[in-house]
C-alpha cells in the first residue's frame, strides 16, 4: 500500500467500543472506551491527517468525547455514511483512494468498499472481514482504532519516525 492516505475516517460503536450500552436504574446511558485508541489521533494529528466520525449513534456521551479528543469533525445520527464521505471528499479535496474507513457492520459495507484502505476489527461478522483490506487482531473497545493507524504507518514506513516525532516534542517529560 502506498502512503497515500489523507483522511481517517471512523465508525464508533463496534470500533472504538464494543458496542456495549449500560444503562442504571434512572435510565442514564454509559459506554466504555478504551483509551488506547486516543494515540492513534495523536499519531494522525501529528502527520496532519484529519480525523472524521460517522456514527449512527447519537448522544451526548459521543459527543462528550468526540470534542475531548478534538476530532476534526464528527457526524452522529446517521443512516448514510457514505452520503457524508462524499461531501468530505470535496471538502477536504481527496479522493477515495486517499481515504481510509474502518467500521464492523453492515451499515458500514458501502464505504469500506469506496475507500483505498478499509479495516474490521476481529469480532465483525465474516461477510464484513471479506470486505475489509485488514481484519485486525484487537476486537472494538480493545484498541482496534490504535491499531488500524499504526498498522497503516507500520505498512508505509511511517510508524517509528512517528513516534520519533512525538518523543521529540514531548521530550520535557
Known amino acids: 500500500m502506498k502512503n497515500n492516505i489523507k483522511l481517517f475516517i471512523t465508525d464508533i460503536d463496534g470500533v472504538w467500543t464494543d458496542s456495549s450500552v449500560y444503562y442504571d436504574k ?52 446517521v443512516t448514510n455514511k457514505l452520503a457524508i464521505a462524499e461531501e468530505l471528499l470535496e471538502k477536504y479535496n481527496v479522493s477515495w483512494d486517499e481515504v481510509a474507513y474502518i467500521g464492523d457492520d453492515i451499515n458500514d459495507i458501502k464505504l469500506m468498499k469506496r475507500v483505498g484502505y478499509s479495516a474490521t ?45 512525538y518523543l521529540l516534542i514531548n521530550e520535557s517529560f
Open 121 to 165: 476489527p476481529a469480532q465483525a461478522p465474516h461477510y464484513i472481514k471479506r470486505v475489509a483490506n485488514y481484519v485486525m487482531m484487537r476486537k472494538g473497545g480493545e484498541g482496534a482504532f490504535r491499531e488500524f493507524v499504526e498498522k497503516y504507518l507500520d505498512i508505509n514506513g511511517l510508524l517509528d519516525s512517528t513516534i520519533e516525532k
Open 26 to 77: 434512572t435510565g442514564n446511558e454509559t459506554r466504555k472506551f478504551n483509551l488506547n485508541d486516543s494515540t492513534g489521533l495523536l499519531f494522525l494529528y501529528l502527520l496532519n491527517i484529519p480525523v472524521i466520525v460517522i456514527t449512527e449513534e447519537n448522544n451526548e456521551i459521543l459527543k462528550r468525547r468526540m470534542n475531548k479528543l478534538k476530532v476534526n469533525e464528527f457526524f452522529l445520527g
